[in-house]
């Protein structure tokens, strides 16, 4: 089972710090800017609805209210999910007898209003029309199965939504075993079985269809071609009845075709030719007829969201064996490694996936509207492209795709298909030699993806990353990457400008990337340092980034970062050459591991940045009280003694902690509440003393470089903290 990492973001409103809901009323809470933006965004997406009226073939009317500014495509996702509908695909909408394109705002369609009349007209068929019918007719078909969900498929998801509500339906009994819970769960219980983790297989339908398939009589023959002959098809239906349709221009018909001989002409006993597959099974096969409207019935009684696709595909690690049923569509897709998936979508077309990646990054995001359109867009090319390199990975483990360098080792081979470099997790160069060899590369391509996350979510418009996905298919690990242009047309050396190409041996420096990265650092906490380039020169050269991040600029003038595994400092609990504290010596600590590329999370990193901020201004805070006590200005810092403290030259310093006070969710009051002994261990018993402005503005200055030094601040009159992330590094230990 291919398991694939991507970038996930996610988002909370009305809640504190703690997670809770906040119980303070939105008119007095105070509103960060995050907040306010999203509150105009919301009153600006905010629209009146209108009312449509959409005629059916066939004479019907379906009456919608939408919001003007949803696109035409929503439309038709609404009759391909109504139960009358759902099975025409090749139909277009009209309004005033021009058609309205799908990416359209209903907004931007002249002259559409309230009450407006909007068509659904019959659309003739092409080759790629005829497959989306055909595999949206299979899919239709197969409603309530759950293979596709089980196994990782098509997006589809095993869902508990169904065995929830009939849980919810059920009333408890009087009897005390009805309110117990399952044996298995109780403390004596030896075994937990795992068929208790499944949901419980959703209501039997029966079949309506045994396989629909593509005739082996195709490609129709040019005499045929010019009839209007698109595609031949095979149907078995349950009654074990075999037929043979033509799909035409115009729709479907059953040819005079045996299994042995070919009659493309109408077959004389089924006259007629019917615009939808449906219409046509349901006019030969009386089972089809019966069964398919009650089965779309059970389809439509399910929850919306357990029926709905998800954005991206999900694999679960542990499902109920499936039945192997005949389906000539799943054969066809998954025994042809050159198919992309986006076929019937895009024929003929290779999809440039860096391109689209940077593109969307690009898009504006002043307005609202142009925010929700660019995340839109991020978010569909990233499930696009970890969909396209999941299939790619299973290909490349399976040696369905022929690497770029055949000659070299197989481990050290590397891969194109459908435009994703892949690369296998080993150490091939040696590289992580001393690093603990293969399960140092293993990891490094976990590091290298958190990196990668953690520059995309400065969302830079001057710096770039590449699309990344790593897959663990069948013990292999493999690494996919999209390409940057041109990088595989000149050599490594030219086309590096920033950082090491030989793994830490010399080192380049850049102008224009140290300015790109400069803002970058600060966010990621990284500390801008010095180091030899190892050339002859003897040149220092300054980074803002570890020396194993690359910077290239390709063929699009856009500026890369890769190689982003030493984004975050090492955990030196893990090194057994490191300094621990007597703490962590006492617990075992630096203990032995597999490998020297250990790395703090990027949440633990920020946590304990914000914990050494505190920290840092209860200390500052307490000297302040000790300071103001005896200067006789008080032991508390409120606004009740704001006329007596404005004559301090240094209450500006005392003004700058309170703002910070208020960022962190701190008050004066709870400042007065601290115990001043518990940190006068770390910043020592030195009393602060003034009678005149210039001393007490100096004893001000103190008390930040005091409280500064004591949490681990770089700087010595502020709070800043960094992480060097080549410490502990041999390579940059030894030339630094």
Not at 147 to 172: P, Q
Not at 361 to 379: G, K, M, S, Y
Request: aromatic share 8%; hydrophobic share 35%.
């Amino acid at each position: 089972m291919a398991v694939a990492e991507a970038v996930a973001v996610a988002s909370t409103a009305n809640t504190d710090d703690s997670g809770h809901e906040s119980i303070t009323p939105d008119s007095q809470r105070s509103v960060t800017p995050a907040e306010n933006a999203e509150r105009t965004c919301d009153e600006e997406c905010e629209a009146s609805t209108i009312t449509l009226h959409l005629h059916l073939p066939g004479g019907e009317q379906l009456e919608l209210r939408v919001n003007p500014a949803e696109m035409a495509q929503e439309l038709q996702q609404v009759l391909l999910e109504r139960e009358s509908t759902c099975h025409r695909t090749c139909f277009s909408l009209q309004f005033e007898g021009k058609p309205i394109d799908g990416f359209t705002e209903l907004r931007n369609v002249e002259n559409l209003k309230d009450k407006s009349v909007i068509k659904v007209v019959e659309e003739q068929y092409s080759l790629r029309d005829v497959r989306i019918h055909l595999r949206h007719v299979r899919d239709l078909c197969r409603s309530l199965d759950t293979t596709d969900g089980a196994i990782g498929r098509e997006c589809a998801s095993l869902s508990y939504i169904s065995s929830l509500n009939t849980c919810e339906d059920k009333v408890v009994g009087d009897k005390p075993n009805d309110i117990l819970p399952p044996a298995y769960l109780l403390p004596e219980s030896q075994e937990r079985p795992l068929a208790a983790l499944f949901a419980p297989p959703l209501k039997e339908s029966q079949p309506v269809v045994r396989n629909i398939s593509v005739s082996s009589f195709n490609p129709p023959p040019g005499p045929r071609k010019m009839r209007g002959d698109v595609l031949y098809l095979t149907v078995d239906t349950v009654e074990g009845r075999r037929y043979h349709v033509t799909a035409t221009n115009r729709g479907f018909y059953v040819n005079a075709s045996t299994n042995d001989q070919f009659k493309p002409t109408p077959h004389s006993q089924f006259k007629g030719t019917y615009h939808s597959l449906v219409e046509l099974l349901a006019f030969v096969s009386s089972t089809f007829k019966k069964t398919f409207p009650e089965l779309m019935k059970l389809r439509m009684e399910r929850h919306a969201f357990d029926r709905m696709p998800t954005p991206y595909q999900t694999y679960g690690w542990s499902v109920r064996s499936q039945d192997n049923n005949e389906d000539f569509l799943r054969a066809e897709d998954y025994t042809h490694p050159h198919k992309t998936g986006l076929e019937d979508i895009v024929p003929g077309q290779i999809r440039d996936w860096n391109e689209e990646i940077q593109t969307t990054h690009e898009l504006p995001r002043q307005t609202c509207h142009e925010r929700v359109i660019r995340e839109r867009a991020i978010f569909k090319i990233h499930t696009d492209f970890v969909a396209a390199a999941v299939k790619g990975a299973q290909q490349v483990v399976d040696g369905n795709v022929v690497p770029i360098n055949p000659g070299d080792d197989s481990r050290t081979h590397m891969y194109i298909w459908n435009n994703i470099f892949f690369s296998l997790g080993f150490d091939v160069k040696d590289h992580y030699k001393e690093l603990g060899g293969d399960a140092a590369a293993h990891v490094a391509t976990s590091n290298d993806l958190q990196g990668v996350r953690a520059y995309t979510a400065l969302d830079s418009s001057k710096l770039f990353t590449l699309g990344m996905v790593i897959v663990d298919y069948k013990g292999y690990r493999v690494t996919a990457q999209s390409i940057i242009p041109g990088i595989l047309e000149r050599e490594q050396e030219q086309s590096v400008v920033y950082g090491s190409i030989d793994f830490g041996k010399t080192i380049i420096g850049n102008d224009e990337y140290n300015e790109l990265l400069q803002d970058a650092a600060e966010h990621l906490r990284i500390e801008p340092h010095v180091v030899k380039s190892g050339k002859d020169d003897g040149k220092e050269v300054k980074l803002y980034s570890s020396f194993e991040t690359k910077g290239i600029i390709g063929n699009d003038r856009r500026h890369y970062v890769l190689d982003l595994l030493r984004t975050f400092p090492p955990d030196v609990n893990f090194l057994e050459s490191a300094e621990v504290t007597e703490i962590s010596r006492t617990n075992g600590y630096p203990r032995k591991f597999p490998h020297k590329l250990a790395a703090l999370r990027h949440e633990l990193v920020d946590a304990f940045i914000e914990n050494r901020y505190l920290l840092y201004i209860k200390i500052a805070a307490t000297l302040v009280n000790k300071m103001k006590g005896d200067l006789g200005l008080g032991a508390k810092v409120d606004d009740a003694e704001a006329t007596a403290v404005e004559r301090m030259p240094g209450e500006d310093i005392v003004s700058k902690i309170k703002s910070k006070l208020d960022a962190v969710g701190l008050s004066a009051e709870d400042v007065a509440k601290m115990d001043p002994e518990a940190v006068a261990k770390v910043v020592g018993e030195n009393k602060v003393a003034g009678e005149t402005d210039q001393e007490a503005s100096e004893a001000m200055k103190k008390i930040l470089a005091e409280a500064a030094k004591a949490v681990g601040s770089i700087r010595k009159d502020d709070f800043e903290i960094r992480f060097n992330p080549d410490c502990y590094c041999d390579t940059w230990t030894r030339r630094r």
